[in-house]
Nanobody
């Protein structure tokens, strides 16, 4: 079993930047996917970005060119660099992990609030 620990959320003005981190609390020797989803109040959870163990990425069109996902396999950590933030990016961001076994894990979420 794996616990995902998220950090880096907060309050930022439009146009600003934040970097989210998600680290596994236990060793992960391999995985299929890690990434980020987000859920705004009154809306369904949506995919933001995913990355494979080998580095292939998929980024949602709404954030492409502004958000970058990356990973450190040795540290079992995934990052989301968020630039040029917009108010519509305001949401709870959830880290996601899919193990090669097919087991899925979710972080507890970190709040990102973009003002103005």
């Amino acid at each position: 079993q794996v616990q995902l620990v998220e950090s880096g959320g907060g309050l930022v003005q439009a146009g600003g930047s934040l970097r989210l981190s998600c680290a596994a609390s236990r060793s992960i020797f391999s995985f299929n996917l890690m990434g980020w989803y987000r859920q705004a109040p009154g809306k369904q959870r949506e995919l933001v970005a995913l990355i494979t163990y080998t580095g292939t990425t998929n980024v949602a069109g709404s954030v492409k060119g502004r958000f970058t996902i990356s990973r450190d396999n040795a540290e079992n950590t995934v990052y989301l660099q968020m630039n040029s933030l917009k108010p519509e990016d305001t949401a709870v961001y959830y880290c996601f992990l899919r193990m090669i076994t097919g087991d899925d894990y979710w972080g507890q979420g970190t709040q990102v609030t973009v003002s103005s």
